[in-house]
């Protein structure tokens, strides 16, 4: 405070003269002499006041303290003070100890402060009063709060003995605070006691006041005197500009009639801080008037109107030459609601009215008008322009709220019970803080305005407001200050500027906010009886949606994924039980849950800023916390493609969260899947899916965080002032990986590494644009006008950022900024040889700049070309199935059935152990071609086994992709399969549905798999057992699948650490339905059903068969094999071999199984083959078909269907 005052005079003497300069300086008209019965007085004052502590007895003057102007209070002061003239150090000391332990406490200065305190705030009496209080020196004037006010104060020199400064605290403000006036002020000169009138005061009692009202018409009074008890106060109001506020006067003895005045002077506004409900007053000149928004007339006051406490004798009861019956001067009876609340009963509760003193023990939300009082109940102050006392209250605040609502179980996320006040009710302040203000962070102090508007122009209940502020919290915490300033998202809404806020949290207050919910008109809310307002009934809001953080919704998607990683519900215990300690593994390394939006409570609402990861090539929704992958796809199930977007503030209610999990296990087998233990390494990858239609997209006035220059300038409508463009139409992007590239000549003597990126080929449309204004000059003139202009780009370093807008048979416009010098005609400008150039007939190869931005092309700019190439069009279903062209490159669009991880190609697995990390895990797809001409898409394998690849997200079954350049692959046992290569791009087109519903295998017979040409892969058939082919029961090692008789490993070899084994069987079936036969091959648990045995007998078979460890039967028939290699006489196996032969087993069955020869085998067919017959004594020669060869996918028993006459029996 040293810049505040200048150091205190060490004696009397000079004090004085100090006070004496001080006091004609900031006290003395300015226009008048040196007043020296002013200092004289201003001293005694300051001494008398000084010397009442009763500890400075022995100094008369306050040497210690130094006088202090409004001036310089509001210039200096920058941090909270306060000054106790009047106080010792002991009693300064008991009042910081009530602050409590850690409260940081107002530090105290040694200042003495004299004013006049006033109502106006200019020197003009014509200026417009709003009942605020000031104190005036010469050198300027300062708001100030006071507790109690005597109307005799205004306009008088008071010495103030006790008072804290508290500077303005926002960043915005003019740098002016307040005072907080503590003890009652000292006059400097003697206040004049008034003597009261000298005759008393002709007055109306409130029961004779209203009737008069009621028949004003008959009882011409044009003014009258009125005195009655205070049993309600308004709030101050402000409507279209005019203050005004209302007070409701009662019968002095007992409960009665009651009648409202409505206080509408300026001048009058000061009132409203001297009235205390419960005390007695008179109003002077009192007039009848009609006010907006009700039905009733009202007593009003005028300028000659005056206010003064009602004492005995001051007053005597007007007489009226109208006779009153004693029904006239009872109060009217109240109204009853007759709205009907049937269907409503259960939900809406109604709120309690009472008074309450408490002590505001935390400031939730200033801007919101949301404090803590006594610890347990949360006070909303936001129903009412409460814009003065706000500055005020802070911990250690005493407020007395009178008519205040209580609102229990609110919902919204508030658990505390609420204490809101209306119009009606009034707050009033009690006690001042010895506590400093605390620093709110910004989103507590600016967007006041907006707060009103969700109030008053929204129209929102207190369990949506608080909801909605809660929201709001979490929006400024996850866009501010990096996306946009506080203030500037918590701008309130002006036509054509909505707010930002309001626009994010609007989309779904269609549904939250009730039908009909009343406009609020302020007279009403306060005159009528019954009292509405809208904190009378409330329904608890069950909290329609948050606003997670990305890290949030991350964490908890990484959360949920492995609580609910279950192995067993991965793999059903029938098939577990038979597979190996590898295949289990394998199996289980990986697996992916999509939690949509759904399944989240309460709903999660997806925000973020959307930019473009030059690290990664994809595209993330950002916020201050984190990052996440995503992708959008548009209404047509095409990819993202408009760069605009970047940068812009997307929404999103409807999504999906998806986690894939990766695992590294070495469980024995399946018996320890439910081990954790025997999980060694496990890692996941989050992102989100979300289509564009489901999203709000809202530009952001602003560079984005963490956005490279050139990526913020595509984001900006205006563009760059000066630079040029190219459209091209791209014809095939490449896929994103990391690539070697020869070193220029100068660039750098460290030897390269590989690098992020990817190739595009396209084709100039035209020649290089200039920029002109906002638009772009004609086109220039091409070198050869009749050649192709092919163009090789490369993008690598931050450029790779545009991979995720680049798609085939798409115009784009390639903008480079800065000076005129051409870019674009450049024949080589990167490490790229020439040679790959020239066979791919390219003009020109560009390494697309870091600071180069992209566009999608609009169709007024596209020329007129007739003969463009465009991208290569999908392969056929003949062309993909054929043994021409291997290694060919196609495209196809197919929907992805399963996905698993698989063993890298052996040329990875020979590299050198120290490089034995760089060894990456494959990816083998099963895909469902799409083909128009095919009913039944055939099944096809795609590789992804290069190392240097990105992991791609988004190939998840159920999910339609669009597969481009794919080598296509021969196996050496002439099955079609396709691989992943540096020219492969993929485009997702739709995701996985929610809900999707298994299709039923279509039910044939037999023959139509000869005779389709393309027959389905998958299929039902009722056919009917003829024979048993083969029955072979197995105990192979979990480890190494050697054969283990009494369960234990026969192979002679220490490396085989497995102590288990697992049981595995198959049968060979020969099936026929009376137009073909099949062998059908069961394996597993479809042998059970297949010998038509229950659980419990089929493991018995199996523990017999652990002693052997092997059984394997060849049955006599068609297709028989060679000898058995059990022993003939064992009994389990005269029991399977007499099984097999049963009619339990040789029975009908409705049979579903899947092609053994895969649709991709291009293995030639084999031919039918002449088979001779004996039809008795004639033999006949016929081409019989190869037999069809079957793989069991299930078998049940068929559907007996009842003949009529037994149905009719049954219902009869």
């Known amino acids: 405070m040293a810049a505040c005052r200048a150091q205190p005079p060490t004696s009397e003497q000079a004090w004085l003269e100090a006070a004496q300069t001080f006091i004609q ?62 106080w010792s150090g002991n009693a300064y000391q008991a009042w910081t100890r009530g602050a409590g332990p850690g409260g940081r406490v107002l530090p105290r200065e040694q200042l003495i402060l004299l004013g006049t305190l006033v109502d106006l705030l200019g020197d003009s009496e014509q200026e417009c009063r709003s009942g605020c209080l000031y104190v005036r020196d010469n050198t300027g004037t300062l708001d100030c709060e006071l507790i109690d006010l005597d109307l005799s104060w205004l306009g008088h020199l008071f ?50 006041a209203s009737y008069l009202l009621r028949y004003r018409k008959k009882c011409k009074i044009k003014e009258l005197n009125l005195a009655g008890k205070l049993v309600h106060l308004s709030a101050l109001l402000i409507t279209q500009n005019k203050r005004y506020f209302i007070m409701t006067l009662g019968e002095l003895a007992q409960a009665g009639s009651q009648v409202s005045v409505i206080v509408q002077i300026p001048a009058q506004m000061v009132w409203h801080r001297v009235l205390r409900p419960g005390r007695a007053y008179v109003l002077t000149e009192l007039q009848v008037t009609k006010v907006r928004d009700h ?96 500055r005020v209250i802070r911990p250690g605040v005493c ?58 122009k929204c129209q929102l209940g207190l369990p949506l407001y608080l909801w909605a502020t809660k929201s709001l919290e979490e929006l400024v915490c996850k866009l501010c200050p990096h996306v946009l300033r506080c203030h500037q998202f918590l701008k309130h809404s002006s036509p054509g500027k909505p707010s930002l806020g309001l626009q994010l949290l609007a989309p779904s207050w269609d549904v939250l906010i009730p039908p009909g919910n009343p406009i609020r008109h302020a007279h009403s809310e306060i005159l009528e009886e019954p009292h509405t307002c809208p904190l009378q009934k409330y329904t608890p809001l069950q909290t329609p949606y948050s606003f997670p953080t990305i890290l949030a919704l991350a964490e908890e998607g990484h959360h949920r994924a492995w609580a609910t990683f279950d192995p067993k519900a991965l793999l059903p215990l029938p098939e577990a039980t038979h597979l190996t300690s590898c295949q289990l593994n394998r199996r289980l390394a990986w697996s992916w849950l999509c939690l949509p939006s759904c399944v989240f409570q309460p709903a999660q609402v997806l925000l973020g800023v959307l930019v473009a990861s030059s690290h990664r090539g994809l595209l993330e929704l950002r916020d201050l916390r984190g990052s996440l992958p995503c992708i959008p796809l548009t209404e047509s199930s095409q ?27 070495n469980f024995p087998s399946w018996e320890e899947m439910g081990m954790a233990s025997f999980i060694q390494k496990k890692q996941t990858r989050v992102y989100i899916q979300f289509y564009l239609p489901d999203a709000l997209i809202l530009p952001v006035p602003r560079p984005t965080f963490g956005s490279d220059p050139s990526q913020t300038a595509s984001s900006c409508p205006e563009g760059p002032h000066l630079g040029q463009s190219r459209l091209f139409l791209l014809s095939h992007k490449e896929a ?92 080589c400008s990167s490490g790229t040889s020439h040679r790959p150039l020239e066979l791919a ?48 490159l196609v495209s196809f669009s197919a929907e992805i059935l399963s996905r698993i991880l698989c063993d890298p190609p052996l040329a990875l697995r020979r590299i050198k152990p120290g490089n034995a990390e760089a060894i990456k895990t494959g990816v083998k797809l099963t895909v469902a071609l799409e083909m128009d001409d095919c009913d039944y898409p055939p099944h096809l394998d795609i590789y992804i086994e290069d190392p240097q690849l990105l992991p791609q997200i988004g190939l998840l079954p159920g999910a339609r992709v669009l597969f481009s350049q794919l080598e296509k692959r021969i196996s050496r046992s002439n099955i079609v399969y396709c691989c992943f290569r ?176 895969r649709p991709t085998d291009i293995t030639p067919r084999e031919p039918s083959r002449l088979q001779q017959f004996q039809c008795g004594e004639l033999p006949l020669l016929t081409r019989v078909n190869p037999r069809l060869r079957l793989v069991c996918l299930s078998l049940q028993e068929p559907e007996l269907h009842k003949p009529p006459d037994a149905a009719a029996a049954s219902s009869s």
């Not at 010998?1091 to 059984?1111: K, T």
């Open 25 to 86: 300086e900031t006290l003395c008209p300015a226009d008048k002499k040196p007043n020296n019965q002013l200092t004289r007085s201003v001293i005694d004052c300051v001494n008398e006041t000084w010397l009442s502590q009763g500890e400075n007895q022995d100094l008369t003057l306050p040497l210690s303290y130094s006088f202090v102007s409004v001036q310089s209070l509001k210039t200096h002061q920058r941090l909270p003070c306060c000054s106790h003239l009047s």
């Open 159 to 208: 010495l103030f003995p006790s008072w804290s400064y508290l500077p303005s605290t926002k960043r915005n403000s003019l740098g002016e605070g307040h005072l907080e006036l503590w003890g009652t002020p000292v006059p400097v000169f003697p206040l004049a006691v008034s003597p009261g009138p000298l005759m008393p005061i002709p007055v109306l009692y409130p029961g004779k």
């Open 295 to 390: 039905h009733s007339c009202i007593w009003t006051t005028i300028p000659s109107s005056t206010l003064m406490p009602l004492r005995p004798g001051y007053v005597q009861e007007l007489e009226l030459d109208i006779a009153f019956s004693q029904a006239d001067l009872k109060p009217q009876p109240l109204p009853t609601s007759s709205k009907d609340s049937r269907g409503q009963e259960g939900l809406v509760r109604g709120s309690k009215v009472l008074h309450y003193l408490g002590t505001v023990t935390e400031v939730l939300h200033e801007s919101a008008g949301l404090y803590i009082l006594d610890g347990q109940l949360i006070l909303c102050l936001a129903y009412q322009k409460i814009h003065g006392l706000r």
């Open 399 to 456: 407020l007395e709220l009178r008519d205040v609502h209580l609102l229990q179980a609110v919902g919204g996320g508030t658990t505390k019970p609420v204490l809101a006040l209306c119009l009606h009710g009034t707050v009033r302040l009690q006690g001042f803080s010895c506590l400093k203000p605390e620093t709110l962070p910004s989103y507590k102090v600016y967007g006041a305005s907006l707060y009103e508007q969700l109030v008053w």
């Open 639 to 665: 990819s993202l493609i408009d760069p605009k977007l970047i940068g812009c503030l997307v929404r999103v209610e409807k999504f999906q969260l998806v986690v894939e999990r990766e695992v590294m296990s």
């Open 736 to 827: 994103l990986m990391k690539r070697n590239f020869c070193l220029l000549p100068g660039d750098s003597s460290q030897p390269a590494k590989p690098t992020l990126s990817f190739h595009v080929s396209g084709t100039w449309l035209c020649g290089t644009q200039r920029k002109e204004g906002s638009g772009w000059s004609p086109p220039e003139s091409l070198a050869i006008e009749n050649k192709d202009q092919k163009v090789f780009l490369i993008f690598l370093g931050a450029s790779v950022r545009w991979f995720p807008f680049l798609y085939p048979n798409q115009v784009y416009r390639l903008v480079a900024p800065g000076p005129s010098t051409p870019v674009f005609e450049t024949e």
């Open 841 to 888: 007939d390219c003009v020109s190869c560009l390494t697309v700049q870091e600071e180069w931005t992209l566009e999608l092309g609009s169709s007024q700019d596209v020329p007129d070309v007739l003969e463009v190439p465009r991208a290569l069009p999908e392969s056929s279903l003949a062309h993909l199935l054929s043994d021409n062209s291997p290694n060919s």
């Open 982 to 1157: 540096s020219s492969t791009s993929v485009q997702v087109l739709s995701f996985p549905t929610e809900t999707k519903a298994s299709a039923p295998l279509p039910h044939i017979h037999l023959a139509q798999l000869v005779q389709d040409d393309r027959p389905p892969f998958q299929a039902t058939a009722s056919c009917h057992i003829v024979c048993v082919l083969s029955l072979q029961i197995l105990w192979v090692c979990a480890h190494c699948t050697s054969i283990c008789p009494q369960g234990k490993c026969s192979r002679q070899d220490p490396s085989c650490p497995s102590q288990r084994a697992v049981s595995q069987a198959n049968i060979r079936l020969l099936v026929e339905d009376s137009t073909a036969e099949a062998t059908v091959i069961c394996r597993n648990h479809h042998v059970a059903t297949a010998l038509g045995l229950s659980p419990s007998e089929w493991s018995s078979i199996l523990e017999h068969a652990r002693g052997p460890g092997r059984v394997a039967l060849q049955l006599t028939g068609p297709g028989s094999q060679t000898e058995s290699a059990s022993r003939t006489h064992d009994p389990l196996t005269l029991l399977l071999r007499t099984l097999c032969a049963s009619p339990l087993v040789l029975r009908p069955v409705e049979l579903s199984f899947a092609l053994e020869r």
